[in-house]
Each structure stands twice: as C-alpha cells, then as structure tokens.
C-alpha cells in the first residue's frame, strides 16, 4: 500500500512537529486539534522554525513553501481523515480520549487507513478494541521535539498485523526517521522506561533532601554525560504530561510506586508545567516556542 494522505490528531507540542516531518516528507497532511487556539500555536510556531531552518541553510525557502502547502489545518476531524491512509492519534495522554477519538475516527476514516498512536504509554492494545480495525492499529512513538530527535519506537500489539508494523516503519523512513521495532508491547516502551526509572531516582533524590534538583541535573550531565538532567527534561517535555503518564501508569500497573511524587502534583496544581508555561522547576524569561 502506498501512503500519499496522512492526518495528524492533536496539534500540540507533538502533534504539530510530527505534521511537519509528514509534509517535509512530501505527503500530503491534515492537522486536526478540537482546540482552535492550539492549531493557531501550531502555524506559529512551524513557521518560526522552519524560517530558521531555511536561515540555517538545513532547507530551500522553495522546499518549506513546498511543504506548507501540503500542509492543511482543521477543527473538523472528518475533513481531516476522511481521505487519509495513515493517521498518527497524537492528543492529549489520557485514556479514554484516546479510545474516543479513535472510535470516532473509525467512523470517518476509510476502511483501508492504519492509526497509529503517539502514546508515550499507552500501549495500543488498549485503544485497538475502540475501533472495527484492530489489525490496523499500532503505536508509532515519537521523541520530543520530533523535528529534532531521530528516532521513533514502533511497537507491534497482538491485535497488529505485520503489514500495518511494516507501513508504519516505511512512513518513519519516508519521515527521514530512524524506526526501531518492539515486537512485544510493554507499558513505556523502552526508552521511557530507563527515563522513568532516572527520574524516579532524581525526584527521590531531591524530594529526601540529598541534594538540590539544579546539583542533580549537574551531576547528570558532568558525571554521567547525559546532554540534559532530568529536572530540565521533566520542564522541557512537559511536567504536565509527566505526570498524566504516571497517572496513567498507576492505572494500569495498581503500583502505589508509580503514582506521581508530590513535588509532581504540586507543580501540576500550581500550573508549573515547565518551559511551556514560563515555569517549572527553573523559571524561563518567555515562554519557550519549541
Ligand atoms: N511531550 C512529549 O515529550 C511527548 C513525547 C512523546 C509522546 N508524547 C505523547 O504525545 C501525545 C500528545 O502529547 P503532547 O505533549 O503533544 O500534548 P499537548 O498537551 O501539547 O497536546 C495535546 C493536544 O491534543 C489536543 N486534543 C485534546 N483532545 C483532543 C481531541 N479529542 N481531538 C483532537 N485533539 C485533541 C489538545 O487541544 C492539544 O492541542 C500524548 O499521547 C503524549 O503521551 C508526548
């Protein structure tokens, strides 16, 4: 099968990069977000980075012009998918918005599209029975910022035919994307997996006492030559969307270990969410258009 329409479900800080790389790809995409706000931001914000990469000399002006007139944004998720052959579910990480959206998009996309979702988590086993396809629907896990991080985790389910593995690795290629296949599903995948546990044991760390969090993301990056600590990840990809993954991995695992830590809820109760909000654990002179 040969993908020539792709929709992207969810605009945000995911969402809107992840369109980019689909239209670069010279595929024709359809952005969907219920929240007008959010589809503006995304304009915005692809705008501004894409003018700097044709400054950077990384694109042609002929080449981002190309690729934004592939590009269309819409509130209406059926003018969105109804023509798609690939749908990449990239909204917010809760559950059951999930399977909603995705019973909807059963409803309007055509019998052949695959979905794949962007979860951080959620492996799609639980989202696939919301849906008459299960056999076409996987994970397809992008890194933030997706323009920027070359590497994406597909992760076949049960439910998944090899056929919808083998087209989401193809249109990961086709995004000039490295792709790397999990045969079995696990909650996290691997890469959040060994985040989360780093994590963990900073937030420990920190909340305990033993050290200060701006030490421990020194001591990460001195010590162990990780480009960016783990208090600076947390505010770069969202304390808000940390946190909906725990919640969401406390659900699943009934582990009182994986329920967000205190400094998390206080953060997400006082609206620190990190770089997007001007505020996290560090404090951002602006807030920070990725
Ligand atoms: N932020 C990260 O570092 C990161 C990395 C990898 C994967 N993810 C995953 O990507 C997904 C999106 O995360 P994000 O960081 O972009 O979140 P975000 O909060 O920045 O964006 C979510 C967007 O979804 C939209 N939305 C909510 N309900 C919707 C609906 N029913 N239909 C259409 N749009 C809807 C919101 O308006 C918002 O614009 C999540 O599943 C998350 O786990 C996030």
């Known amino acids: 099968m040969t993908i020539e329409q792709v929709a992207v479900i969810g605009a945000g800080s995911m969402g809107h990069q992840i369109a980019m790389l689909s239209a670069l790809a010279g595929l024709q995409t359809n952005v969907q977000d219920v929240n007008l706000d959010s589809l503006d931001e995304a304009k915005t914000k692809l705008t501004k980075i894409m003018d700097k990469w044709v400054r950077k000399q990384k694109i042609t002006a002929e080449a981002r012009d190309d690729a934004f007139g592939r590009l269309m944004f819409t509130t209406d998720l059926r003018e969105a ?3 798609a052959d690939f749908i990449i579910e990239a909204v917010v990480e809760k559950l059951e918005v999930k399977r909603k959206v995705l019973t909807e998009l059963d409803e309007v996309a055509p019998k052949h599209a695959v979905f794949a979702t962007n979860s951080s988590t959620i492996v799609s086993s639980l989202i696939a029975d919301a849906t008459s396809r299960p056999e076409k629907v996987c994970n397809m896990h992008f890194f933030f910022p997706p323009l920027v991080m070359d590497c994406v985790e597909v992760v076949k389910g049960d439910h998944t035919s090899d056929e919808t593995t083998q087209l989401a690795m193809n249109v990961c290629d086709q995004m000039n994307r ?3 296949l999990l045969q079995k ?3 996290g995948f691997v890469a959040n997996r060994i985040l989360f546990a780093i994590q963990k044991e900073a937030m420990a760390l920190y909340e305990e006492g033993y050290a200060d969090f701006k030490d421990i993301d020194k001591i990460t990056r001195k010590a162990l030559g990780h480009p960016v600590g783990p208090f600076e990840l947390m505010d770069l ?3 808000d969307v940390g946190y909906y993954v725990m919640q969401q991995r406390y659900a699943e695992s009934g582990d009182p270990n994986d329920q ?3 400094t998390l809820i206080e953060k ?3 609206g620190e969410f990190g770089r997007k ?3 996290g654990f560090y404090t951002y002179s602006h807030k920070v258009n990725n």
Do not use: C, F
């Open 81 to 83: 998918a109804s023509d």
């Open 178 to 180: 490295t792709a790397v």
């Open 185 to 187: 599903e696990i909650s």
């Open 237 to 239: 990809s969202g304390i």
């Open 260 to 262: 967000p830590s205190r």
């Open 268 to 270: 997400v109760e006082s």
């Open 277 to 279: 909000t001007g505020k």
